[in-house]
Structures are given as structure tokens and as C-alpha cells.
């Protein structure tokens, strides 16, 4: 039987732990160590993103995870051990990434439920720009 993109979402819900808006919110505010990694497209993470989130886009996720590659994000592979958590536009694509990462090695990754969709309906800060660091 042939799976669909939904499918596979549901899939990686059913292996990973999300995270609500309202709570990540409490979690930056309270000051706790946590790394948004938003693995949407850069054009995307423009329109508006959460404050201090690192661009990694989907598609290059494994490697910009990996130590060992040329194409690693230190901010990404250097979080193994760090509360990390994935945002995308609904919570899909961040599902599916919160359960390679957690494939990876990574102890606690979350999927932001709901996305940046969730996040902008409760009104939480939103910047907007390109990212300003490097990507692979």
C-alpha cells in the first residue's frame, strides 16, 4: 500500500513528543535552555519566524546535524543533549524531523504543535527577515 504525506506525519506523531504554543512560550520567557530550529524554506522563515529560531530547512536536516559533515550547523549539532524544538508552517514537516532527530541520537526534541500558524494565532513575537546566519 502506498503511503501518503499525511500518512507519514501521523507515523512520526505517533514516535515523537510535541510541545504547545502557550507552553514553549513559558519555557523562553522563564529563560530555559531551549533551540528552535525552524525547517521551513528560507523564503518561508522570512515572512516571520519565532525570534532567535536557526534556519535548517528540511531537506537538509541529517547533515546539518552531523559533526562529521561539511554541511553541519553547529547550533543544530551541538544541541544533542539540549531541549530542541522544531517548528514548520502547521506541524508536519516538524513532526517528521522531530522523529529523525530523535532517530539521531537527539534526547529531547519536540514538535511545536499547530506550527508557526499555532504561534501566530496567539499572538506570540514574530520577526521577520532573512536568516542572518549561514546555511550548509
Known sequence: MTQTMSDLVQ???QRIREIGADDL???LESGQDVVIVD??????YEKGHIPDSVLV???????ASDPNTPHRIEAL???RERLVVLVCGTGGRSAMAADTLQQLGFSDVRSLAGGMKMWEAE???VAQGAYAGSLP
Open 77 to 79: 549539532y551541538s544541541a
Open 39 to 44: 525547517v521551513r524554506e528560507p523564503y518561508e
Open 57 to 63: 530547512p528540511r531537506g537538509l536536516l541529517e547533515a
Open 123 to 125: 499572538e506570540y513575537p
Open 25 to 27: 512560550h513559558e519555557s
Open 11 to 13: 507515523t512520526a506523531r
